[in-house]
């Protein structure tokens, strides 16, 4: 086998991918393409750019497989019209910017890496707070449709009525909206650390649903959610940043404010099992070392294990749009 170093130099160069997709969207290409196909011109126009600049940008994500391009015009492809676009509701570019952030805290990862300890874990509130008030709004658009999936699968609004959702470290709502969306009688309760509420009560207004919603504010390792009150409760995005010890102890205590035969749904980055294979839920790992305490990405044995011990049974899968399968399990 006669070994290339392709691959090594892609890896080295994979900063430029990176910073040629946020400056896309930061100069609204994707969404000027949405009024149909543009020249360079058209295009440096559009984006208030220098066509120079654009023709190098466009090119650049002609041959990342972002835009089409026919002689001399630029088209979104399907993926970038549905996930980069403005205002549609799996826009993805909030969380793009996000990611800038994100990077800048790789910089000494040999650093953190040698330590093992993140500079400003965010599981601690008084670094997390902030964090996440920004953060929430930025990944509704991964969140959304994993929280439409969920809803779908347990029948909102068509076998499943009147529900009451539990939706802990709710963010934006984006797994409990879908619920109450679907079903005009379901309820919920959201959640979350005082200022990230804020947010919550925002998109719930947004959506028409802030009538339905109840807040409960304060850290999740401290509040008592009840027992036997909800139909079904949903972890979105917080195990996590949590680390194996507290996401036991979460699920216990969610396991146990659902009522018998209530649905617990899931939404993570998950590796497989050896973790050697699942590209972004390993990388998504290294940024728990980066940003979290005892963070970590959790296979799914790991949860089988651990949602059996708090009690429940039936736990299955379910495909969604987002980067793993949802989990679901009965208490
Ligand atoms: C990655 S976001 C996920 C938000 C939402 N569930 C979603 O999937 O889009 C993690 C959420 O957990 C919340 N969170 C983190 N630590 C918390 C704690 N100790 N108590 C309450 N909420 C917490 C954050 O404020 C944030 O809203």
Not at 4 to 9: F, G, K, L, N, Q
Not at 82 to 110: I, N, W
Not at 111 to 127: F, L, N, T
Not at 264 to 293: C, K, W, Y
Request: hydrophobic letters at 45%; one cysteine or more.
């Amino acid at each position: 086998m006669s070994l290339a170093p392709d691959r090594i130099m892609e890896l080295g160069w994979a900063f430029v991918p990176h910073r040629a997709l946020l400056a896309a969207v930061n100069l609204g290409l994707f969404s000027a393409l949405d009024q149909g196909p543009a020249t360079v011109d058209e295009l440096a126009a559009a984006c208030a750019a220098s066509p120079r600049g654009i023709r190098a940008l466009a090119n650049a994500l002609t041959a990342l497989g972002l835009l089409q391009k026919t002689a001399e015009t630029y088209q979104n492809t399907p993926e970038t019209a549905l996930f980069l676009v403005r205002d549609r509701p799996a826009y993805l570019g909030g969380m793009l910017e996000h990611t800038a952030a994100l990077a800048d805290r790789f910089r000494d990862l040999a650093a953190i890496v040698r330590s093992g300890e993140a500079p400003e874990a965010v599981d601690q509130p008084e670094h997390g707070e902030a964090f996440f008030q920004e953060l929430v709004p930025a990944i509704f658009g991964m969140s959304y449709p994993q929280g439409t999936a969920a809803a779908v699968a347990l029948g909102a609004g068509d076998s499943l009525r009147g529900a009451r959702v539990l939706d802990v470290a709710a963010g934006s709502g984006a797994f409990s909206l879908p619920f109450l969306q679907r079903d005009p009688t379901a309820t919920a309760v959201a959640v979350d650390l005082p200022h990230v509420l804020e947010v919550t009560r925002e998109f719930a207004t947004r959506f028409g649903c802030a009538d339905r919603y109840q807040y409960l504010a304060g850290s999740i390792r401290e509040l008592d959610f009840g027992v036997a009150e909800f139909d079904v409760a949903v972890l979105g995005h917080i195990c996590h940043s949590e680390g194996a010890l507290w996401t036991q102890r979460l699920l216990a205590k969610v396991v146990r404010a659902l009522k018998p035969g209530g649905t617990l749904v899931i939404g993570e980055m998950v590796p497989d099992d050896q973790r050697r294979e699942a590209v972004f839920p390993l990388l998504f790992a290294l940024n728990m070392l980066v940003h979290t305490s005892d963070g970590d990405c959790f296979t799914l044995r790991e949860y089988q294990e651990w949602l059996t011990a708090a009690g429940c049974s039936a736990i299955r899968t379910v495909a969604n749009p987002g980067p793993s399968p949802l989990i679901l399990a009965t208490r």
